[in-house]
C-alpha cells in the first residue's frame, strides 16, 4: 500500500517554529502542503484579543492552508504543564474560559478536530478529584465541538518525558474517551494516536493499531528516539501507515516531529512532495 493515498499535514507548533507564528502557514505552503494543525498558539492567553484571533485566521487562509486539527488552552507546550483541564485551580479555569474561544475559532476555519490534553497530577490533590474535574470538563469541550460538527481529541502523552501525566498509554487514553462519549451521549470523543508517544511507552504499536483504529480520530508521527522526522530513528512508517489503512483509517496523519538542526523546510526528504497536499 505505502504512503500513496495518505493525507498528511504539518504541525505549526513544532515545527516552522524558527518563523513568526504569522510567517508559519506561508512557510508550509512553500514547503508543499495544504493542511496544518496547531498547538494552542497563545501559551498565557486562553482568550486572547480578537484581532490576534483573526491575524492568524488572515494568514491561513492567505496561504491556502486547510486547519485541521487544534489544541485547546494547555498551558505552556512543550514545557512542563502538558495540559490543564484537570488541575484545580486557574489551570482548569483557563480551560473553560478557552472551550468556546477555541471551537469558535476552529469553526471559522472548517477544522473538525479538537484535542484536549489532561493536565499533570498535583501534589496534595486526591487523583480521583483531578479525574471527576477532567471529565467535567471534557464533558463540555465534547459539547463544544459536537456544537461546531467537530470530534474531540484525547491524546496519551508518553512516561519518561511526562512523569506526572496519568494519560500515558493507549488503553488508558481510549478508557477516558468511552467514559466521555458514555457521559455525553454525543459518540464525539476519539483517540488522538501519537505513535512517537507510544512507541516511547514501549507499546506493541502493531497492536495498538489493531486494537484502536476504529476509535481513533487523528494519528500523529515522530520518530523514535529523537522525535525526529521519519528516517531519523528506528520506526517503520511505511509498515504503521500500512497497518493502520488495513485497519480502516482513512484520517489526517499530523507530522509532530522536531526539524533537527536545520531549517524545517529542510526535514520533509522522506516525503514526496505530491503527498503534502490534501488532494483525497
Same mark, same amino acid.
Given at each position: 500500500m505505502g504512503l500513496t493515498d495518505?493525507?498528511?499535514?504539518?504541525?505549526?507548533?513544532?515545527?516552522?517554529?524558527e518563523l513568526p507564528l504569522l510567517e508559519r502557514p506561508a512557510a508550509a505552503a512553500a514547503a508543499g502542503f495544504t493542511a496544518v494543525e496547531l498547538w494552542w498558539p497563545w501559551v498565557d492567553a486562553p482568550v486572547p484579543e480578537q484581532a490576534e484571533l483573526d491575524a492568524l485566521r488572515d494568514a491561513?487562509?492567505?496561504?491556502?492552508?486547510?486547519?485541521?486539527?487544534?489544541?485547546f488552552y494547555a498551558g505552556q507546550l512543550p514545557g512542563p504543564d502538558r495540559g490543564a483541564l484537570s488541575i484545580p485551580g486557574e489551570e482548569s479555569e483557563k480551560f473553560?474560559?478557552?472551550?468556546?474561544?477555541a471551537a469558535d475559532f476552529a469553526q471559522s476555519l472548517g477544522c473538525t478536530a479538537l484535542n484536549a490534553l489532561y493536565? +499533570?497530577?498535583? $501534589? @496534595?490533590?486526591?487523583?480521583?478529584?483531578?479525574?471527576?474535574?477532567?471529565l467535567e470538563n471534557l464533558v463540555l469541550a465534547a459539547r463544544a465541538a459536537d456544537r461546531i460538527g467537530a470530534i474531540l481529541l484525547i491524546e496519551a502523552l508518553n512516561k519518561p518525558e511526562s512523569p506526572a501525566c496519568p494519560i500515558v498509554s493507549a488503553p488508558k487514553a481510549v478508557e477516558i474517551v468511552?467514559?466521555?462519549?458514555?457521559?455525553?451521549?454525543?459518540?464525539?470523543?476519539?483517540?488522538?494516536?501519537?505513535?512517537?508517544h507510544l512507541s516511547m511507552n514501549g507499546e506493541d504499536l502493531h497492536q495498538v493499531i489493531d486494537a484502536y483504529t476504529a476509535k481513533t480520530g487523528h494519528v500523529q508521527i515522530a520518530d523514535n528516539p529523537g522525535r525526529g522526522a521519519p528516517g531519523t530513528g528506528d520506526l517503520d512508517f511505511t509498515?504503521?501507515?500500512?497497518r493502520?489503512?488495513? +485497519?480502516?483509517? $482513512? @484520517?489526517?496523519?499530523?507530522?509532530?516531529?522536531?526539524?533537527?538542526d536545520r531549517p524545517s523546510a529542510g526535514a520533509f526528504e522522506?516525503?514526496?512532495?505530491?503527498?503534502?497536499?490534501?488532494q483525497h
Amino acid at each position: 500500500m505505502g504512503l500513496t493515498d495518505t493525507r498528511f499535514n504539518v504541525n505549526l507548533s513544532i515545527l516552522f517554529t524558527e518563523l513568526p507564528l504569522l510567517e508559519r502557514p506561508a512557510a508550509a505552503a512553500a514547503a508543499g502542503f495544504t493542511a496544518v494543525e496547531l498547538w494552542w498558539p497563545w501559551v498565557d492567553a486562553p482568550v486572547p484579543e480578537q484581532a490576534e484571533l483573526d491575524a492568524l485566521r488572515d494568514a491561513l487562509n492567505a496561504a491556502g492552508t486547510q486547519l485541521v486539527g487544534l489544541n485547546f488552552y494547555a498551558g505552556q507546550l512543550p514545557g512542563p504543564d502538558r495540559g490543564a483541564l484537570s488541575i484545580p485551580g486557574e489551570e482548569s479555569e483557563k480551560f473553560r474560559a478557552n472551550i468556546d474561544v477555541a471551537a469558535d475559532f476552529a469553526q471559522s476555519l472548517g477544522c473538525t478536530a479538537l484535542n484536549a490534553l489532561y493536565g +499533570n497530577r498535583v $501534589e @496534595g490533590v486526591d487523583p480521583e478529584v483531578q479525574d471527576e474535574l477532567a471529565l467535567e470538563n471534557l464533558v463540555l469541550a465534547a459539547r463544544a465541538a459536537d456544537r461546531i460538527g467537530a470530534i474531540l481529541l484525547i491524546e496519551a502523552l508518553n512516561k519518561p518525558e511526562s512523569p506526572a501525566c496519568p494519560i500515558v498509554s493507549a488503553p488508558k487514553a481510549v478508557e477516558i474517551v468511552d467514559k466521555v462519549n458514555e457521559a455525553t451521549g454525543l459518540g464525539n470523543a476519539k483517540f488522538l494516536m501519537d505513535l512517537y508517544h507510544l512507541s516511547m511507552n514501549g507499546e506493541d504499536l502493531h497492536q495498538v493499531i489493531d486494537a484502536y483504529t476504529a476509535k481513533t480520530g487523528h494519528v500523529q508521527i515522530a520518530d523514535n528516539p529523537g522525535r525526529g522526522a521519519p528516517g531519523t530513528g528506528d520506526l517503520d512508517f511505511t509498515d504503521l501507515i500500512d497497518r493502520l489503512k488495513k +485497519n480502516g483509517y $482513512e @484520517g489526517w496523519i499530523g507530522l509532530e516531529y522536531k526539524p533537527g538542526d536545520r531549517p524545517s523546510a529542510g526535514a520533509f526528504e522522506w516525503l514526496p512532495a505530491p503527498l503534502r497536499a490534501a488532494q483525497h
